[in-house]
T-cell receptor, first 104, second 113 residues
Framework: GIQVEQSPPDLILQEGANSTLRCNFS?????LQWFHQNPWGQLINLFY???GTKQNGRLSATTVATERYSLLYISSSQTTDSGVYFC??????FGDGTTLTVKP | NAGVMQNPRHLVRRRGQEARLRCSPM?????VYWYRQLPEEGLKFMVY????????ESGMPKERFSAEFPKEGPSILRIQQVVRGDSAAYFC???????????FGPGTRLLVL
C-alpha cells in the first residue's frame, strides 16, 4: 500500500515563530488531508488539498502531487497550535504525525 | 448542523466482555470510516462502510472485530471478548463522498481491565 512519511517527528517553537511541516507519499494520490489533533485528543480537519495551495488564516498548505509531497505552513504560531499534525491520503492512510509544541 | 457523534465517549470493559461503539455521521454523509489510535501512536485505518455495505475492511483484525452501518441508525463497531490490547481511542469519521473531506467524531476511549 501507499506509504506516508511526515517530518519532522517533533518540533518545538517559541510563540510567534513560523514552521513548515512536510508530508511525503509514495504513490500518486487524488486526495490528501491535513488534520490537527489537539492535546485533548480532538481531531480537526485543516485542509482537503489534493493539489495546489490553500490558506486559512495563519495556516496554509501546498500539495505538489507530481512530486508526491505536501507542506503545511504555520505562521505566527500560538500555544493553541500545539498538538499533533497528521497528513492522510486515501484510502485512509495516515502518517505518523508531527508533534508540535509551542512555548509561550 | 451537528457534527459526527460517537458514544459512549468512555467505555470500561473487563477482559472477555463485548464492547459496542456507535457512530452517527454528519447529516447527509453516507460514508463512515473507523480508526484506532493506540496510546502515543498515530491513527490506523480499520474499516470503511457505506450504508449497508462494507467497502474496505483491510485494517480490521481478522477475529473478534466487526462493523456495520445499517440502513437506519448509527454505524456500530463491535469488539467481542475484549483483551487489554484493545484499549485505545476509536475514532470514526464521515464524508459526503468517498474521496472527500473526512470529519471526525470525538472518539470513544476504551479501557479494558
Amino acid at each position: 500500500g501507499i506509504q506516508v512519511e511526515q517530518s519532522p517527528p517533533d518540533l518545538i517553537l517559541q510563540e510567534g515563530a513560523n514552521s513548515t511541516l512536510r508530508c511525503n507519499f509514495s504513490d500518486s494520490v487524488n486526495n490528501l488531508q491535513w488534520f490537527h489533533q489537539n492535546p485533548w485528543g480532538q481531531l480537526i480537519n485543516l485542509f482537503y488539498i489534493p493539489s495546489g495551495t490553500k490558506q486559512n488564516g495563519r495556516l496554509s498548505a501546498t500539495t505538489v502531487a507530481t512530486e508526491r509531497y505536501s507542506l503545511l505552513y504555520i505562521s505566527s504560531s500560538q500555544t493553541t497550535d500545539s498538538g499533533v499534525y497528521f497528513c492522510a491520503v486515501f484510502k485512509s492512510t495516515f502518517g505518523d504525525g508531527t508533534t508540535l509544541t509551542v512555548k509561550p | 448542523n451537528a457534527g459526527v457523534m460517537q458514544n459512549p465517549r468512555h467505555l470500561v470493559r473487563r477482559r472477555g466482555q463485548e464492547a459496542r461503539l456507535r457512530c452517527s455521521p454528519m447529516k447527509g454523509h453516507s460514508h463512515v470510516y473507523w480508526y484506532r489510535q493506540l496510546p502515543e501512536e498515530g491513527l490506523k485505518f480499520m474499516v470503511y462502510l457505506q450504508k449497508e455495505n462494507i467497502i474496505d475492511e483491510s485494517g480490521m483484525p481478522k477475529e473478534r472485530f466487526s462493523a456495520e452501518f445499517p440502513k437506519e441508525g448509527p454505524s456500530i463497531l463491535r469488539i467481542q471478548q475484549v483483551v487489554r490490547g484493545d484499549s485505545a481511542a476509536y475514532f470514526c469519521a464521515s464524508s459526503q463522498l468517498p474521496e472527500e473531506t473526512q470529519y471526525f467524531g470525538p472518539g470513544t476511549r476504551l479501557l479494558v481491565l
